[in-house]
């Protein structure tokens, strides 16, 4: 009985589902600065992936006869101190600098939505709790509690990326608590309940997918922000490793050189606003196409 | 309201406590030694085991957690914050003077960013689609986009190499030499109010639209009251509940952006400090700084939701 109760809305879900996704798309592609964003970030995936193909130079290996060239069209940005193509170092770059968004973005976003969906589905004394324990992450700015995890891990790719992860989590758990929150009293959820579904059906069939826009739009919006203190760290010191290429590490070894070749410093800082701009954009973008306070006006 | 206060006051003391009991832990139970707070990882190294046995003795890192966590605690409130080796002097004494540098920087970008946020927002929302609003809107997606960090490089090759105008780096007390200061100021608060500004530029702007779409902002119109009326009376006030949330986030993000500016500039702050300590792993300066910049930032956030009521009448608590 039940599983027939259920098969009928589920399978109407599904076509409003779909149609739904089709007036996203829609609305998303009108947007001009929407779609420079995306098209920003799909080149940048494909120079990240594609990055052997498209640089004819190592950029680990060093080439002390070639130190720091002016931008030629052998080298199109110069070389650096230890004779590496800059151009080259900014493509592999790209890599580093998706690898640590996307993995600390995957912890943050998984972490945050199990620790938000548990506070706010069971309430009580677990909700304050836990909701105690995220004011107290997110009261630390969010760099410095970076820093002081990766200070406390230890540089390299993974502790950095577990870093940035556990200081972005506060941020996932506090939006998709007050989904929950807002959601739990639905007339739809009091059914499901009635008709006898699991706490752990409800959370992930129910709630989880209708948090889905917001969580969306954050993930999106929040990349750029990881990009950019992915570089802070490296600029730093404590991040990435050297002689994998980093932007932010880029620009701090390119600064002593900054009087005669400013290009050393200046043009990985160009590769970053990019593609924080990209990801701004196109979160900015989803944002609107899917606030239903603003259907019908764009 | 007076009640508010206090249960507010209250969570803020508990957020503190909850804070330090974090950084408590992460130095113990992370794989580094606690021991090192008191040495140096090259003094550890030389000594023999008995010796750091002893050592953790005297230092108390023998007793269990809790009461370890209250010997630190109870020295922390007497403001005993221990002794830095990177800097061989109190941390307490080094935060005095650092954290007023940090400050001097700070505050002052934060009001100028705070400020002309709120100004170029209403201008690019009331004259939505003209030149000042092409002008502002992409500068202020732009602007939030910006490293920090290399914002202040491209300043330096600007602004200290190309033209001369102003000092590389540094930093003088205004107290020594106001001008010097002033002029060593300029880029530093630049570079730090960057962010701030533009996030409370893009707020200020979109609350500005949604607030002049309302039925009361026609009525207003349509009453015949002037534009300046209808802005700054109607649009504005009902507008500004989000950009005061928006100002509020800009004290963590200074300091954060602090650590960046003083390293690019080299200015003696806060944010300077803590790099240091992380490169020396200096771990009792590291906690303590990271201690101090959190109770800044759980304060601001209290004025902060204090002051909606103070702004909005219509907030009851």
Redesign the interface.
Known sequence: MAVKAEAVPIKSTRTIASSEVRYVVKVFFKRK?AVIGFVIILLLVLVAIFAPLLTPYDPIKVDSKNRLLQPSWSHPLGTDNTGRDTLSRIIYGTRTSLAVAFGAMGIATIAGVLIGLIAGYFGGIIYIVFM??I???M???????A???????GGGLKNIIIALGISLTSIYARLMCGQVLAMKENDYILAMRSLGASDLRIMLRHILPNAFPPLLVMVTLQL?TMI?AE??LS????GIQPPTPAW?AM?NSG?PY??TQ?VL??A??VA???V??GF??VGDGLRDALDPKLRGVL | MAAYIVRRIFQAI??CV??SI??FL??RL?P?DPLLIYITKSDAASYSPEMLDKLRHEMGLDKVLPLQYFDWVSKVVRLDLGNSFTFKQKVTELLLKRLPVSLHIGIIAFIISGVLGIIFGVLSGIRRGTWIDNVITPLS??G????????G??L??FFA?KWGWLPTYGYTSPFTDFWLSTKQLVMPVLVLMALPLCLVTRQARSSMLEAARQDYVRTAWSKGLSEKVVITRHILKNSLIPIITVIGMGV??I??GE??VE?VFNIPGMGRM??DA??S?DYNL?QSG?LV??IV??LS?LIVDISYSWVDPRVRY
């Open positions: 600065l105690r324990f004011d107290t992450l009261s630390i700015p969010m760099l410095i509690l820093l002081f995890l990766a200070a406390m891990f750029g950019l570089a802070a600029y730093i010191g404590i932010g620009i600064y900054l009087f400013p410093s200046i990985p800082g970053i606003a990019l924080v701009f701004n954009m | 508990i957020v909850l804070v974090l950084i992460s130095l992370l580094a997606n732009l939030v986009a910006l490293p920090t960090f290399w914002l490089i491209v330096i090759y190499f963590p993000h300091f954060a650590v960046l390293m803590l790099i992380i490169m792993l590291l990271v910049i959190t930032v759980v956030n």
